[in-house]
């Protein structure tokens, strides 16, 4: 009995194991759908405190976000990677995702209480995740900045501009 019940224990953790090595390899990413950013987001959040023990909070304004869902699943693509960033990287206990939307903009930050690394040096790394980062929001006309030193933790924050509703139509006349 207890031989059988540690190998279900065993092959259990090996699972777990699984799942996180393809969630911090980026594979099988299931895109979010359109006016889901926040629960996709909420999903992976309870992934990460469950599987990694990485406590994560996510603040939204208003709480039913309304986006594009070009730039929805942009927003949620750069997030997972600032996220997978933290798990490999940080040692973090602690992250905070805030994303604000107006008529006009959509303001995102992810922070983290990591050990931070000093962003110059990240410019000259051969990984893709900052420079996919920013590419995702600079082609939808956004900004992306990154601040950290070592032993402070990191702050990526973004900006994207949004057109107001009905402002196509009323140019268009």
């Known amino acids: 009995e207890l031989d059988r019940e540690l190998r279900s224990i065993e092959d259990d953790t090996r699972n777990s194991m699984n799942v996180i090595r393809h969630f911090l390899a980026g594979k099988e990413i299931q895109y979010?759908?359109?006016?889901?950013?926040?629960?996709?987001?909420?999903?992976?959040?309870r992934f990460l405190r469950d599987g990694v023990e990485l406590q994560v909070t996510l603040e939204t304004a208003p709480d039913d976000l309304d986006l594009p869902k070009a730039v929805e699943q942009d927003i949620y693509l750069v997030l997972r990677e600032g996220l997978m960033n933290i798990v490999r990287?940080?040692?973090?206990?602690h992250a905070d995702i805030t994303l604000k939307q107006t008529r006009t903009?959509?303001?995102?930050?992810l922070t983290d209480d990591?050990?931070?690394?000093d962003p110059t040096d990240a410019k000259?790394?051969?990984?893709?995740?900052?420079?996919?980062?920013r590419g995702r929001i600079e082609k939808h006309g956004g900004e992306l900045q990154i601040q950290s030193s070592p032993g402070r933790g990191a702050k990526i924050s973004f900006t994207l501009p949004l057109e107001e509703k009905?402002?196509?139509?009323?140019?268009?006349a």
């Open 124 to 133: 000259r790394d051969h990984g893709v995740g900052l420079s996919s980062m």
């Open 89 to 93: 990287h940080s040692h973090a206990s």
């Open 32 to 45: 979010c759908l359109p006016g889901m950013l926040a629960e996709k987001l909420k999903d992976d959040l």
């Open 105 to 109: 903009e959509i303001r995102g930050t």
């Open 166 to 172: 009905g402002a196509g139509a009323q140019n268009a």
């Open 114 to 117: 990591g050990v931070g690394f």
